[in-house]
């Protein structure tokens, strides 16, 4: 029984020692690039109302929600996606605001993914939303603000993938094709299954010129280039539309310097459908995942009250920490801690020394010395501990020094 109650469940881990203080840093650098472009902070529950992830909202399906229920049986989710919150936010705090507003926030998400999909259920999530501000300059700001997170943190090689969903949507308008269907085709072209559209659109009777952008889409990818054929491949002006902000938005990424990072996957729809433009995902080596996600999202805070046009993205900090280390990226830990270690009548003394070195806002390890244990034995454990140096008190007169 003892054994059993010292493992986790399926999905979470500990985090301890030298991993936890990487983390605890990279989690700081973020936070203050975020601050550096704006953007204020903001905390939400861990769990809210169900309502306020339901379907209507387009957040997680409602399988992968951990849900409860509180003494009055609402039926209550611990969080498994921050936007919304962040959107309710908006609605209830900032409604008479009309000069956009930039929030950021960090705050672990609870998705129950299936088991053979070995991902982490609990993660945290570090991210910024603006809201009240439609325009592509926005769009802009939002993309740059995530390359400069990820320069920042370390990352070297990464790519920012961009699409439109408002492009797919064009498509399907021109089609005619059922809302059902349309949201089928969507998974089928977001997993790339070449054969499963084939299959779909030969089952609809489609017309051989309209099934066949279907059909592209799911090769539409690569360098600015791939915008043009998309152009190509239809004249309805809402998937026209489309491009153009793309074309747009990618210009603007071009005057922060930061176009080689870009590229264009218009088969990338969006996992979650509140979504309603751009839509990206930066990937890099060491994780078969995006380690940031985002979009824009101009119908969500409506459904709280407040029409607002709104952008946001999120980046998984553990995903991230997770590629740093296996492209062997350091995370620089400051080792400037100390130990007091003193013998027990120099207790006194000791406390004197903690006292003045707290003040000169050193991190104090105060351990009293088993004389079982060698001197040697503690300085193995400063070295584990991240602490740089050990005073020695042997009584109030004798005392040394020891830099590690």
Excluded at 12 to 35: A, F, M, P, Q, T
Excluded at 152 to 159: D, K, V
């Amino acid at each position: 029984m003892q054994n059993d109650l010292l493992h986790t469940p399926e999905g979470v881990r500990d985090i301890y020692g030298e991993e936890c203080e990487k983390k605890l840093v990279l989690e700081s650098l973020l936070h203050k690039n975020l601050k550096k472009y704006g953007y204020r902070d903001i905390q939400t529950p861990s769990f809210e109302f169900f309502d306020i992830f339901n379907k209507e909202r387009g957040s997680v399906a409602s399988k992968n929600m951990y849900k409860f229920f509180d003494r009055d049986n609402n039926t209550m989710v611990l969080r498994p996606d921050v936007t919304p919150s962040i959107a309710r936010c908006a609605a209830k705090y900032f409604s008479e605001e009309d000069i956009p507003v930039k929030l950021c926030y960090k705050a672990n998400t609870f998705i129950n993914n299936s088991s053979y999909q070995g991902r982490l259920k609990e993660t945290t999530q570090i991210g910024a939303e603006l809201i009240g501000d439609g325009s592509v300059y926005a769009d802009g700001e939002v993309l740059a603000l995530v390359i400069e997170c990820l320069l920042q943190a370390g990352l070297n090689e990464f790519q920012l993938e961009l699409s439109d969903v408002a492009y797919f949507g064009g498509i399907v308008n021109e089609s005619g094709i059922s809302e059902k269907d349309a949201a089928e085709l969507k998974d089928l072209i977001a997993n790339k299954s070449y054969f499963g559209i084939e299959a779909l659109v030969e089952s609809l009777n489609l017309d051989k010129s309209v099934a066949s952008k279907f059909l592209e889409l799911s090769n539409l990818f690569g360098t600015i280039e791939v915008l043009d054929r998309a152009r190509q491949l239809t004249s309805n002006k809402k998937a026209l539309d489309a491009i153009d902000r793309l074309v747009d938005i990618y210009n603007i990424l071009k005057s922060y310097g930061f176009e080689k990072y870009v590229t264009f996957d218009l088969s990338m729809l969006g996992d979650l459908s509140y979504y309603t433009g751009v839509v990206f995902s930066a990937y890099t080596y060491g994780t078969g995942d995006a380690i940031v996600k985002g979009g824009r999202y101009d119908r969500l805070t409506a459904q709280f009250g407040k029409d607002r046009p709104a952008i946001g993205f999120s980046i998984t900090v553990d995903k991230l920490l997770l590629s740093l280390e296996r492209q062997k990226i350091d995370i620089p830990v400051s080792h400037s801690g100390m130990m007091i270690l003193y013998e027990e009548d120099a207790y006194t003394s000791a406390i004197a020394h903690a006292k003045e070195q707290r003040l000169n806002d050193k991190n104090v390890n105060v351990i009293l010395k088993d004389k079982n244990k060698s001197f040697d034995s503690y300085i193995d454990y400063a070295k584990k501990n991240g602490i740089g140096e050990i005073l020695y008190v042997k009584d109030a007169d004798n005392s040394e020094w020891r830099t590690l």
